[in-house]
């Protein structure tokens, strides 16, 4: 298969990864448990926006939080990123 696929699948997975992380955390909140810290949810954010906003809006977690308005800038890097590697291959 070509490699555009794997990266995709790969990508996919992380933002997957990303979203469960943010669902995690919203259950640890829940139940006063130890939580995941905030730099660690934003490194996940700047890995995998896409999961990130996924888990802020379904989850209701961190939407409040001013830092974690960068979810937007890091979705509209990897936009930008992702037009330069698609018209780079084209």
Do not use: W
Not at 1 to 13: G, N, S, T
Not at 27 to 56: C, H, V, W
């Amino acid at each position: 298969m070509h490699i555009v696929f794997y990266i995709l699948i790969i990508y996919l997975i992380l933002n997957l990864v990303s979203l469960l992380m943010y669902r995690s955390d919203k259950d640890k909140a829940i139940n006063n448990q130890y939580r995941t810290s905030e730099s660690t949810l934003l490194l996940a954010a700047l890995i995998g926006p896409f999961g990130a906003y996924a888990g802020m809006r379904r989850y209701h977690h961190k939407t409040r939080k001013l830092k974690f308005k960068l979810v937007f800038v890091f979705m509209a890097l990897h936009i930008i990123i992702a037009a330069l590697v698609i018209f780079e291959f084209m």
